[in-house]
């Protein structure tokens, strides 16, 4: 990378970073306020959070599509077909989530009851949450393709700052409740939907062609492209928030929040790595559409290095200082968990940066490659997580819980042996398709006369 490139990059993501930890801080902060739920509650709320989470994988692949096409778009008519596929989308998705709503409603008693959910409400909120988490990542990618990160930036600013807001307001007002938490969540994701939707500039259809965009979208291209894009995404964010799912499942309720609030600041961890990897990931897309080399990953993957090391050193200095910060004093006995969950996430944030890299390099079919570690990880969780449940039987149980964090690590790190061995194949893929091109085009001068 030239001088300007590293300037640039380093300008975007440093303000993509200054959005992030502005909307993750205040998103961090509302715990403040959640704190005051009943325990019980609160480690619902966390699980709900990180249901989010895996509600929105495929709008992990929707988001690269759209910054993939955004960044390779040509002309006026790629606007309108991308304007015709979001609205096509946008309406099998509203479509399946009244079916999903039917079946929560159907199931109720029995979801709430398996989650240790106070009400049924508190899952309603969230799935009607997902909906906008779905949507949102796709007017994202566009404004991420066409490297628009002024505005990419401010939305997810407000993402986390009117759910701070929210918070304060309705749990100050109301009662400290999951189902306000959820509320807040919700008006967040609307908020930051409406700014992307409103900057993404891209044309406007007219009612009369809302239905017709269905029947008018290339549904087995976008297949193709979407599911590998979301399944590589997803498998990161899947690593990183399944564990929370399994405490909740099978864990003492009354400790699950002590695990939630741990689990918090080291799963900050990725989203601070997440301002480079969107810079990164459009960058990388022009540099193979136009097949100029380029450092960025590398780059890249120096800057996650050292802010892994910072937050690794922090986490062991002052491991009490992020809970002192956001709880009250009752939550400091998850201190000791702390610098363990940073470091088990370190491994997961420098495998974000491969998976990315690979997927804007449009061999997205070398991802399927990546969900043999994710499927045995769950699997090892759920083998696990009630063995380590019932060292918790008689109350907070430091080693037992370490030994859960212990287990995410190994599983991180395999992953990210993983996705090196993978970005060793590509290369080795890409290394092999230039020289057969190089031999096409400059033949040996004994097969040069024959010709």
């Known amino acids: 990378m030239s001088k300007d490139s590293k300037a640039s990059f380093l300008r975007q993501s440093g303000w993509m970073a200054i959005a992030t930890a502005v909307g993750g801080g205040a998103s961090f902060a509302a715990h403040i306020f959640a704190k005051d739920m009943p325990k019980d509650e609160y480690g619902g709320f966390t699980a709900m959070l990180q249901l989010l989470n895996l509600i929105a994988i495929p709008a992990i692949g929707l988001q690269a599509v759209f910054a993939v096409k955004a960044a390779q778009r040509k002309t006026e008519a790629d606007d309108f077909r991308m304007a015709r596929e979001q609205w096509a989308l946008t309406l099998v998705v509203l479509a399946v989530t009244v079916l999903v709503f039917i079946a929560a409603w159907v199931k109720g008693d029995a979801l709430v009851a398996a989650l240790n959910l106070s009400s049924w409400w508190v899952l309603a909120l969230t799935l009607g949450a997902g909906v906008f988490a779905l949507l949102m990542p796709m007017m994202f990618g566009v404004l991420q393709g066409r490297q628009n990160f002024l505005w990419l930036g401010w939305a997810l600013l407000s993402l986390g700052v009117l759910r701070l807001a929210a918070m304060a307001g309705l749990i100050r007002l109301h009662e400290a409740s999951a189902i306000d938490g959820m509320i807040a969540v919700g008006l967040g994701y609307v908020l930051a939907f409406g700014i992307a939707l409103n900057t993404a500039n891209l044309p406007r259809l007219e009612p009369a062609e809302w239905m017709a965009s269905v029947m ?59 301002p480079m990897v969107a810079v990164m990931f459009p960058k990388v897309v022009k540099s193979h559409a136009e097949q100029k080399p380029t450092d960025v990953l590398r780059f890249t993957l120096l800057l996650t290095a050292g802010l892994c090391t910072v937050a690794i050193a922090l986490g062991i200095l002052v491991p ?52 043999g570690v994710p499927v045995i990880y769950a699997g090892l969780l759920c083998y696990a997580g009630p063995q380590i449940a019932e060292q918790t039987s008689d109350g907070f149980n430091v080693a037992a819980h370490i030994s859960m964090v212990g287990l995410i690590g190994m599983g991180n790190l395999c992953f990210l042996a993983s996705t090196v061995i993978l970005t060793w194949v590509v290369n080795q893929e890409e290394k092999l398709l230039l020289a057969q091109e190089q031999a096409t085009e400059n033949p040996p001068p004994d097969e040069a006369e024959a010709r």
């Open 216 to 274: 008018r979208v290339d549904w087995r291209d976008l297949a193709k492209r979407f599911l590998p894009l979301s399944i590589g995404g997803g498998t990161v964010i899947f690593m990183m928030s399944v564990d929370m799912v399994v405490v909740q499942r099978y864990f003492d309720k009354e400790q699950t929040g002590f695990y939630a609030a741990a689990g918090m600041i080291g799963r900050a961890l990725i989203f601070f790595v997440g």
């Open 320 to 371: 009490d200082l992020p809970l002192r910060m956001v709880y009250d004093d009752s939550f400091l006995k998850a201190a000791p968990i702390v610098p363990w969950f940073i470091a088990a996430m370190a491994p997961l944030a420098l495998a974000a940066v491969l998976v990315n890299n690979i997927l804007a390099r449009c061999k997205s079919k070398n991802v399927y490659l990546l969900l």
